[in-house]
């Protein structure tokens, strides 16, 4: 009855996901995740495949790209987790995998096109901070066409990271909706990016602000500089969790610690991340707990 009533949500899920990679796009990723888990693997590629074609079919070529790419991150992530890949291998593969496909797929696309390609890009993202301009849009009205050209690579992976972060994390609130039971895994309060990663950041720093006068090394600098600040949020996101798990946070102090931290200081969450390769917050966090706990019983 249960498995029944799963797949009678698995419709919804894919409206969801259809309606979500349209208005936010990296929230889509999430109703594909249960999806996954409702339909299993070949059903799951089958389902997807259905809906790149119908968005192709009707026009909808930008959707058909972020509902593609999110279908493909959930998709090589669940086959990778199936095969007892820990959390951060499921998770690095299954981004290299979906970044190397979009790599291909624009490749092909300016071989295509010729030399034009690039005009052709300028134009286009020319077109859309003019409408942002239109519409009083006050961010975008400093930003020039040449820089977001410039930074796509690394759009489009914080992208890729953030669609499977955010997928992870609303995971349980849209499996208990959909009645479906997620398989166990490791904790993203213990998320941990590489070591690699750090070193990554700060070589990023100095090319991006050492003033080397070599543009190339300044644009791949600001590119890598962009992702790690992403990954280490989620470093810090994890951080955040495990103090809420340790000291027992009521649900009213977690919200209003999000509202602060995640949504209005995202780059504090970053720095917190940073600082956690060296300082381990969460070990002195389960440390400290542990004193707390243990001076109640003696009281």
Known sequence: MRKSAANLRAPVLVLWTVVLSALTAVFGATPLRVLRQ???SALYWVVGLAIISSAVLIGWYPLA????LQILLIGTFAEFEEREFTLRQSASFSICVTALFFSSGFYIWTAITGKGWL???LAAVTSFLDKGRELNIEVLSGIKAQ????????????????????????EPKVSRWAGVKMGSREKLTDFSAPDMVVW?????LLGAFGQTGVKAIELI???????????????GLAVLGKYFEAFKITLFWRLLWVMVLVIQLPILMSLLGLVDYWADFRKAFAKKAAELRKKRIQD
């Open 65 to 68: 790209l972020i509902v593609g």
């Open 221 to 235: 600098s600001i590119n890598v500089l962009n992702v790690a600040v992403v990954i280490y949020f989620f470093q």
């Open 38 to 40: 409702t339909t299993g």
């Open 119 to 121: 005009a052709q890009l």
């Open 147 to 170: 820089d977001i050209v410039a930074q796509i690579p690394s759009a489009v992976l914080i992208f890729i990271i953030l669609s499977l972060g955010l997928a992870l994390i609303f």
């Open 200 to 204: 990554l950041f700060i070589a990023s």
